[in-house]
């Protein structure tokens, strides 16, 4: 499979031991397939990433832009032989009055929607983390996403031009051991 | 309830004995009062009192002496002291050894009818006269007074049994006296072995009256010898001279005296017409010692040196009264003692010097002396004044009136004088003197043996002398009336009776035929001393025969209910006598004066009387008090009295017969039992008892009468407790001061407590308790901390005492239910009373207390809040605290048209009103806060609209503030309950400056209002700060400016560190001066929905700072010359991971033309 155009990759592969739901770490010498340790991808733009930067400048009060995107576990015709869950991470100043709402094809209502109800870390930024999702490593899996971002119209005053802000979206996954 | 009468039969009962004994050895001190002693006097058992029985020494309240202990004492102090000026007095008689003293060829001494032979040495007496056998025992030995420059007043009282002796020169009750001695008996006195030896010994100075002396007056049997040497002036006799001795010199060498002279000289010379040889330049020969003025001549002129008069004597004195006495008086003095000395002796005075004077006095004792000796005066030596005896008389020994008088010139006088039993010279010896007689009578008229006189001793028959009328009528011995006759006619003081010579009426009656006896007292003369003897019970009287060979023949008696004698004269007018049959009886209380009339069997009338009697039968009136309690009577039923406050108890006493001899008191926690009662150590009450500590106390009281009835009342418990009021609050803050002012508007909290045990009857009720009305609407909250309950009241009237069953649970209003009292023991209590005047007519009260207590069914308290605990509080009208508003602002003000950041600091305080008594308290601050307001003012004070600030921000911990619709911005800034600082930011932009320039004022005011905005008011001036314009408001042109950057600037990332931003400028060429400006903002708050940026200082972040415009703005470019372009070398890692404004302002000059910003982020 070509190989899609990757734009600021990197992937975020956090796998911990605990009893019940277990996590191991994942090596390259593990039991992978491939050395690369990408497992689970953003496809943006068929461009498989692990992480991409919304492009919001353009956006004015009462517009709105959709970004679909896919996650998928096979990576360069190369699926993981664990089962997966996968975490997407959208990360913003959330300085633009911007209404960042996530969705899954399939699913009516929005997963997440990104607001100033969550938390910002260390590096004031708001990180918003969707629940997990799984993803069977005995077949390719590909779910599709959209992330919608609204700029409300009522924010039209001067003091909301030109203002400058991002969007990052990132993934994460996680092999599960079943018990 | 009664009073309690304690021990009162024994006590009679051994007063009976004592008295009777004392009766049995005491021989009869028969006097003017004519009665056995008084009061039992106990015998000295030989100790020293610590102090006199009571009297601070003066005249009026002199130290009193009541037991030999106490006599002691005084002699201690005569150690110390010599009492100059001070008063001194006898309550009693001092018994100081109960045997009899008596002279048989030796001193003996008489205890209980058995006789026994006294070593005058040692004290010791025993059952032989060579004083070897059986030491039966010692009498107490007694010292000497000395050195008394006072004032002893024997109130005509006894000391009696003296036993004086010792190894001093000179032995006396007395010696070296310089004071006065009055009213005083010495009685039974045996005083031994001194040089000079004598109830007083020597006395300078001293006047001795109304004293009678008996005893035994022994001086040592061997002469004491003197010697002295007198250095005299040198003489250059040229014919005749005279060497002068000084008296001074020989005073005190008395006896037989011997003066010798020596000296050099030139040749023979004579001395008083003896020639004296002068052998080898050097002379010596005797003097008559009886001179001090010798006349030398000499034929030549003669130079007699270095001369020296050696004189010596050798001799004592012995005498009953005084032994040498210098300018002393004695009048009505009488001596009865046996008198035995070697050299000089004398009934009265032994030697006199200088001064004498004795009038109505008399010699009855024996004198036996070897050498110089007269019952009156033994030897009158060198008197130097005016001296007399007069209305005087021997009737003791055949030893005539004076001894020798010598040296005395003619100062001594003698008239009206006796002697009754000399035979011989009334005067031995006359030298050098002149005595004057005048009315001296004897039995013969040999008057002197040698000497001069004016006028001759008259020669007299005894019976004559024994004459009433002769001696009235010819030697003017004025008969005694009354005392108060004595008191204006002095001389008015003999006493006749038929066949005796006069006595003194101070002096025992001679040969009395009746007696009125009463229980153990026995009268047989008159008398008009008002003199009181108590008794406790009912009296009878008797009349007897004093004497069985003279049969009374008929008698009467009169009771004069008075406690006053009669006079003379009221006697001399009883018309109402009663005819004696039998004993009669006195039962009633009061005053009695006995007077009874005899006739013997010759016709003789006589009439006598008792002392004033004093029957009391029952005790004194006693009460106790403390405020407005009284007690008066003993209980054992206690009840209980509280008090709230430290408090005296008094106690008084009154007994209108006997009078009260002792108030005592006792202090105790508990009831006490009659046992307890026989045995307490009772205190002498003389001041108020203080109660001045918590705790319960009961106090008996006890009460002695002169009758020694005595009375014991006591109080109930007394109980020193209540509520305690531990603290008072006011605005949160603990009052300590026992008084404090509030506000008006205030409201406070009392905290009482009671931690102890109580029983609460059925109808004990608590209360709330002010001193002063409390204006309608006051709100009290009850709190009882036990229960964890909360009640509440509202004033509505203009009661001082509020129950606390007035309270109603607290929300529930009345028809849920009110306190409860409860009964029962209850040990611990705890209550919180908040009076809030916040809701009433803003009143003024002074001096406000507030207490609660507790008060039975019939409204009496039992239980207070204790006074010393309470605090008193003022209310003061318009008296609210307000809020001060400080700045140490010194910028130049505020820029209006222009982006500007000015930082001002606010200090808010809370400031209370004080006056002349302090600071004003108001708790309504704990429902303040503070804040201010903020205006923008013209010149005139005149607020700018709103419209006009939309440029203008203020700033305050973050927070942005906006005028309200009346342009007033108002900010909150805290609670007023502590002071507190901020920094008000006032920010300005450029945009949206719409006033035009003028002269404008920020005017920020404080105030304090419950939500720190609205309402309040606040007195506190208003910090007023200058709005200033920039000029280029003034100027409407507008330049095209662009900067163009070299990269989308708009991301920035921390992990680049440093970069170069590169920046040009693109403006309009025409401007000249042009200059770029710089500023750098940060996005105040990580959300969207807030987009304020405050400015921050660029240079902070630059690698390479620029040059500061103002504080924060920097200039970017200011040199076009070298091109338009600059760059901002920026440390990224060094800004925040936030939102940011980057603004170019283009300049000319000073005047800004054009701006731009930018915002960015950095990540």
């Known amino acids: 499979m070509k190989s899609k155009i990757l734009v600021g990759l990197f992937i975020a592969a956090a796998i911990l031991f605990s009893t019940g739901l277990t996590y191991s770490i994942f090596t390259s010498s593990a039991t992978m397939s491939t050395n690369n340790q990408k497992i689970a991808k953003f496809i943006f733009n068929a461009e498989q990433t692990d992480e991409f930067l919304v492009p919001i400048n353009d956006l004015v009060p009462n517009t ?11 990576s360069n015709g190369q699926n993981t032989n664990v089962n997966l869950n996968y975490q997407i991470t959208i990360k913003t100043f959330h300085f633009m009055p911007l209404v960042i709402e996530l969705y899954k094809v ?14 910002r870390n260390t590096d004031n930024e708001l990180v918003c983390n969707s629940s997990y999702q799984e993803m069977r490593y005995d077949k390719e899996v590909i779910d599709d996403y959209k992330l919608k971002v609204t700029f409300p119209s009522e924010y039209n005053g001067d003091e909301y031009a030109s203002l400058v802000d991002y969007i990052d979206l990132s993934i994460a996954s996680f092999q599960k051991v079943d018990k | 309830m009664e009073k309690r009468r304690f021990g009162k039969i024994w006590l009679c009962a051994a007063i009976l004995v004592s008295v009777c004994l004392v009766a049995k050895l005491i021989p009869s001190m028969a006097r003017v009062k004519n009665r056995v002693a008084t009061e039992i006097s106990t015998v000295w058992d030989g100790s020293v009192a610590n102090s006199y029985r009571s009297g601070k020494g003066t005249k009026s309240d002199p130290y009193i002496i009541a037991t030999g202990s106490e006599l002691a004492y005084f002699g201690k102090m005569l150690e110390i002291t010599n009492y100059s000026g001070t008063y001194f007095a006898l309550s009693n008689d001092i018994l100081l050894n109960e045997g009899i003293f008596s002279y048989d060829d030796g001193l003996k001494y008489t205890l209980n009818k058995s006789s026994f032979y006294l070593d005058s040495k040692t004290g010791n007496f025993y059952d032989t006269s060579d004083l070897s056998g059986v030491k039966i025992g010692t009498v107490n030995s007694f010292k000497t007074l000395k050195n008394f420059k006072g004032h002893f007043d024997g109130k005509s009282y006894t000391i009696y049994g003296a036993f004086i002796n010792g190894e001093n020169d000179e032995i006396g009750l007395f010696s070296n006296l310089e004071g006065n001695i009055t009213d005083l008996y010495v009685t039974n006195a045996s005083i031994n072995e001194g040089n000079v030896t004598g109830l007083v010994t020597s006395a300078k100075n001293a006047t001795l009256t109304n004293v009678v002396f008996n005893g035994v007056v022994i001086g040592k049997n061997e002469d004491r010898v003197l010697d002295k040497s007198i250095m005299l002036d040198d003489y250059i ?21 011997n003066l010798t002279l020596s000296g050099k000289c030139d040749a023979d010379f004579l001395i008083d017409g003896e020639n004296i040889s002068c052998v080898s330049g050097q002379f010596e020969t005797g003097l008559n010692p009886l001179k001090s003025n010798f006349e030398v001549a000499s034929s030549v002129i003669n130079n007699l040196l270095e001369l020296k008069v050696n004189v010596s004597s050798v001799g004592n004195i012995a005498a009953g009264i005084v032994g040498y006495g210098e300018n002393i008086t004695l009048k009505n003095v009488v001596n009865k003692a046996f008198v035995k000395g070697n050299s000089e002796g004398a009934g009265l005075v032994g030697v006199a010097v200088n001064k004498l004077v004795i009038s109505n006095s008399y010699n009855n004792g024996n004198v036996d002396t070897l050498g110089n000796h007269g019952a009156l005066v033994g030897r009158v030596y060198s008197l130097s004044a005016l001296s007399s005896i007069n209305n005087s008389y021997n009737d003791g020994d055949d030893i005539g009136l004076v001894g020798m008088v010598v040296g005395s010139q003619d100062y001594l006088s003698i008239t009206n004088s006796f002697d009754i039993v000399s035979n011989g010279n009334l005067i031995r010896d006359i030298q050098e003197s002149v005595v004057n007689l005048n009315g001296v009578y004897g039995l013969q008229t040999n008057k002197y043996l040698d000497g001069v006189t004016t006028g001759n001793v008259v020669k007299i028959s005894k019976a004559q002398l024994m004459s009433r009328d002769y001696l009235i009528n010819n030697l003017h011995f004025s008969e005694f009336v009354d005392l108060e006759d004595t008191a204006t006619n002095s001389n008015n003081v003999w006493i006749y009776e038929d066949g005796y010579l006069p006595i003194l009426y101070v002096d025992d009656i001679k040969n009395p035929f009746v007696t009125l006896n009463l229980g153990n007292y026995s009268w047989n ?5 008002d003199k009181k003897i108590n008794f406790s019970s009912s009296v009878a009287f008797a009349i007897n025969d004093a004497n069985d060979t003279r049969p009374i023949k008929e008698s009467y008696y009169y009771i004069s209910k008075s406690a006053q004698p009669l006079t003379k004269t009221q006697i001399d007018a009883i018309d109402t006598w009663t005819k004696y049959d039998n004993i009669v009886s006195i039962s009633e209380d009061g005053f009695y004066v006995l007077y009874v009339k005899a006739y013997d069997y010759d ?24 405020g407005e309690r009284k007690w008066s009577l003993f209980s054992e039923d206690l009840d209980s009295a509280f008090i709230d406050d430290n408090a005296k108890v008094e106690v008084s006493a009154t007994d209108d017969l006997s009078g009260v001899k002792y108030v005592q008191y006792y202090v105790t926690d508990a009831k006490l039992n009659n046992d307890e009662l026989d045995n307490l150590n009772w205190s002498n009450y003389e001041e108020a008892i203080s109660i001045d500590k918590l705790g319960t106390y009961v106090i008996y009281v006890r009460v002695t009468d002169n009758a020694l009835n005595e009375t014991i009342i006591n109080t109930d418990y007394i109980i020193y407790g209540g509520y305690t009021l531990n603290k008072v609050v006011v605005a949160s803050e603990e009052i300590a001061d026992a008084s404090f002012q509030i506000s008006s508007g205030s409201k406070l909290e009392y905290n009482f407590s009671y931690q102890d045990h109580h029983y609460f009857d059925d109808g004990d009720h608590h209360n709330v308790v002010f001193n002063r009305n409390v204006p309608n609407g006051t709100k009290l909250i009850l709190m009882d901390n036990i229960s964890k309950k909360v009640y509440s009241y509202i004033v509505s009237s203009d009661s001082l005492v509020i129950p606390f069953t007035s309270f109603s649970v607290l929300g529930k209003g009345n028809m849920y239910k009110n306190f409860q009292e409860k009964t029962g023991d209850i040990d611990k209590e705890d209550y919180t009373v908040v009076v809030d005047f916040s809701d009433t007519i803003k009143p003024s009260i002074s001096d406000l207390t507030v207490s609660i207590d507790v008060r039975d069914k019939n409204a009496y308290v039992s239980r207070s809040t204790i006074k010393n605990t309470l605090k008193t509080l003022s209310v003061i009208e318009n008296a ?11 910028g130049d003000g505020i820029k209006y048209n222009v982006d500007s950041l000015e930082l001002i600091d606010l200090s808010l305080g809370l400031q209370n009103v004080t006056n002349e008594f302090g600071i004003i308290r108001d708790s309504s601050i704990l429902s303040k806060q503070m804040g201010i307001a903020i205006k923008l003012v013209n010149k005139d004070g005149v607020t700018i609209d709103k419209s006009n600030m939309r440029n203008i921000e203020f700033k305050i911990d973050g927070e942005y503030y906006s005028p309200d619709s009346d342009g007033v911005t108002r900010i909150k800034i805290g609670d007023a309950s502590a002071s507190v600082s901020k920094t008000l930011m006032v920010l300005t932009s450029a945009s949206n400056a719409t006033l035009s320039a003028g002269e404008y004022y920020l005017s920020v005011t404080p105030i304090l209002a419950y939500d720190g905005m609205y309402g309040g008011i606040s007195t506190s001036e208003n910090i007023v700060i200058p709005v200033i314009f920039d000029n280029a408001l003034d100027n409407n042109e507008t330049y095209s400016f662009k900067i163009e950057s070299e990269s989308d600037y708009r991301v920035l990332y921390k992990k680049d560190g440093v970069v170069s931003l590169n920046y040009e400028v693109i403006s309009d060429n025409s401007i000249k001066n042009s200059n770029v400006r710089v500023m750098l903002y940060k996005k105040d708050k990580l959300t969207a929905y807030d987009q304020k940026y405050s400015l921050i200082d660029l240079n902070d972040y630059l690698v390479n700072p620029l040059n500061a415009v103002t504080a924060n703005v920097y200039y970017a470019l200011t040199d076009f010359s070298s091109g338009n372009k600059f760059s901002l070398n920026i440390d990224l890692a060094r800004l925040e991971a936030n939102g940011y404004e980057i603004v170019f302002a283009l300049y000319d000059d000073s005047k800004k033309v054009g701006m731009i910003k930018e915002k960015f982020i950095v990540r």
């Not at chain 2, 005749?240 to 000084?246: E, G």
């Not at chain 2, 016709?603 to 403390?626: K, M, Q, R, W, Y």
């Open chain 1, 64 to 74: 709105f832009k959709e970004f679909e995107f896919q996650v998928s576990n096979n």
């Open chain 1, 106 to 119: 399939g699913v009516e209502d929005a997963i997440m929607v990104c607001d100033e109800s969550y938390t």
């Open chain 2, 603 to 626: 016709g003789n009338e006589v009439i006598i009387n008792s002392d004033v009697l004093v029957v009391d039968t029952f005790g004194s009136d006693v009460l106790i008090t403390l």
């Open chain 2, 880 to 890: 609210d605290a307000n809020v001060t508003l400080r700045s140490t602002y010194v």
């Open chain 2, 525 to 529: 003369n008159l008398g008009f001393d």
């Open chain 2, 237 to 257: 006799v040229d014919g005749s001279a005279n060497i002068l001795v000084d008296d001074a010199e020989l005073r005190g060498f008395y006896g037989v005296r």
